[in-house]
């Protein structure tokens, strides 16, 4: 199932500096993105989402943009702290109420 | 802030026992889901329940699986008969409404079938 992909597995950034998380998908009638957190022994943590008739939405420190010609999502953090460490999920909402995600990107912020 | 809980933590089963797996969702929540991640691969749908039935369910989801709220607070998945390709992580989530409300998820049962 390669509806949604996140090519990176792993991204190190220095404290302070932005993060940006990748996620492209392919079928152009996605309506509603989301990502999540996840932390070793805990569930995934919503962090933002984003429905097609947007292109930017902003949460903190949290960044989402959705450029639909593209299908491609991309999470920025802007700045990165030692406790965003953590694996990153995209997500897309499939028909009916199914969350589809991807495999995940590990960000490493050294302090 | 409210959360969905579920237990156990970690669940030990011989091949081709039942197991209960058991959530709590978030109280006001109206749809509920499970989801599971087999160790190194991608988080997987299994099943979504609203107004006690079920609403959409994946191909994963086969007669060895059921789901039941049997009170007003918990969320069960039952899997009938183990086998050793069930051994994975089960997620529970909850979500206020249907699309657009973002699902919540529990810290998740780690299976191990034996």
């Known amino acids: 199932d390669q509806q949604v992909k996140q090519n990176s597995p792993s991204l190190s950034v220095q404290e302070g500096r932005i993060s940006i998380l990748n996620c492209d998908y392919t079928n152009s009638m996605f309506d509603y993105f989301l990502w999540y957190k996840k932390y070793p022994a805990e569930g995934p943590t919503f962090l933002i989402s984003i429905s097609s008739i947007k292109d930017k939405n902003e949460d903190g420190r949290f960044t989402v943009f959705l450029n639909k010609s593209a299908k491609h999502l991309s999470l920025h953090i802007v700045p990165s702290q030692p406790g965003d460490s953590a694996v990153y999920f995209c997500a897309v909402l499939n028909a009916g109420?199914?969350?589809?995600?991807?495999g995940g990107t590990r960000l490493m912020v050294k302090p | 802030e409210p959360e969905v809980t579920q237990t156990p933590s970690h669940q030990v089963t011989q091949m081709g026992q039942e197991v209960i797996l058991r959530c709590v969702p978030i109280s006001n929540h109206l749809y509920f889901y499970w989801y599971r991640q087999i160790l190194g691969q991608k988080v997987e749908f299994l099943v979504s329940f609203y107004n006690n039935e079920i609403s959409e369910k994946s191909e994963i989801?086969?007669?060895?699986?059921s789901v039941e709220r049997p009170d007003g607070s918990n969320f069960t998945l039952k899997i009938r008969s183990t086998k050793l390709e069930d051994s994975a992580m089960y997620f529970c989530a909850s979500s206020g409404g249907y699309r657009n409300q973002p699902q919540h998820f529990g810290d998740g049962t780690r299976l191990s079938i034996l």
């Open chain 2, 61 to 65: 989801f086969d007669d060895q699986f």
């Open chain 1, 97 to 102: 109420n199914m969350l589809t995600f991807g």
